[in-house]
């Protein structure tokens, strides 16, 4: 087990000012080769827990999440408060170009932790990569429930980029990657999470690490068998449909219902003939400069 560089970042620039926790989900078996460099600061209290090999980062999150509701529901005493807790969901994979796979100059693409731990900090959600015409925070809702594939190879087995990108052939569709024959990521939604977007707006975050309020996990809507359902369903060890269904919902789920308003104001930026205007359903703005972040700001 690595010492992931941009954790270590995120605690030694606030290790002066916060109390942090470091909850490492440890799938190898390595739990005792942590570094010892957590040792020296003493408001980071380092955990340590061991799960099922199964998965990828989505069933962490999910376990990480039904876990944390599992202790509150306990009624077990919390060594934080809540409304002034954020909670980052990270992977452990370095932020370089190798493990950005959203085809751009990667040290741009990435959203600093200091700049996720303010937007989170003011109650948003933050998502670990900046938004751009081609992969914006803000989705169509009936048109991301359309959202499906017929098979996936992760980036870094991708030996031939070009090739990849280029429609699987039916006879190379792997049988089990879609199991159980969702058609859509609404089909998804409908069948396993029984939820589905709020707004004809929603966030939607790609890259799989982000941050958000602790407060966010304690919406009506959110509670412990729907966690359940998700740790379910993504608890595989192959490569599944699910993982990429989880990935656009993470943000519609756990972020920030848009306001009508809000809406409107997106939908008005990006009208036909806009510097980047809507496509395939893709609502495109950078969250720092527009309305609705200063929107909000107004409004708090």
């Known amino acids: 087990m690595k010492l992931v560089g941009w954790i270590k970042l995120l605690y030694e620039n606030y290790q002066r000012q916060s109390k942090i ?14 570094p010892d460099v957590f040792e020296k600061h003493t408001n980071v209290e380092v ?43 990270v992977k452990d994979t370095p932020r370089n170009k190798k493990n950005q796979n959203q085809h751009y100059k990667y040290e741009k693409r990435y959203l600093s932790t200091s700049n996720m731990l303010t937007i989170a900090s003011d109650g948003n959600f933050a998502c670990g990569l900046k938004p751009t015409c081609r992969a914006s925070w803000y989705s169509e809702s009936t048109q991301l ?10 980036f870094s087995e991708r030996k031939n980029v070009k090739r990849w990108r280029k429609k699987i ?3 190379r569709i792997d049988p089990y990657f879609n199991l159980y024959k969702y058609k859509n990521l609404g089909d998804f939604h409908d069948k396993v999470l029984r939820w589905t977007f709020p707004k004809k707006v929603t966030m939607s975050c790609y ?4 941050a958000l309020p602790a407060s966010n996990l304690f919406r009506p809507e959110i509670n412990y068998d729907l966690f359940d359902r998700m740790e379910k369903a993504v608890g595989c060890n192959l490569t599944t449909i699910e993982e990429h269904f989880m990935e656009r919902t993470w943000a519609g789920l756990l972020g920030n219902i848009l306001t009508d308003d809000e809406i409107d104001i997106i939908k008005d930026i990006h009208k036909p003939g806009a510097s980047c205007p809507i496509g395939e359903g893709t609502i495109c703005t950078t969250y720092q400069k527009s309305p609705v972040c200063q929107l909000r700001k107004k409004n708090s």
């Open 169 to 171: 052939p039916k006879h």
């Open 21 to 34: 926790k470091l909850t490492f989900l440890s799938k190898c078996g390595n739990e005792a080769n942590i």
């Open 207 to 210: 890259g799989g690490s982000f």
């Open 47 to 89: 955990e340590v827990v061991s799960i099922d090999n199964v998965g990828g980062c989505d069933y962490a999150y999910t376990y990480f999440i039904k876990r944390y509701l599992q202790q509150i529901k306990a009624g077990s005493p919390l060594d934080h408060d809540i409304s002034s807790t954020v909670i980052f969901f």
């Open 145 to 154: 429930r359309t959202f499906r594939l017929d098979g996936y190879t992760r």
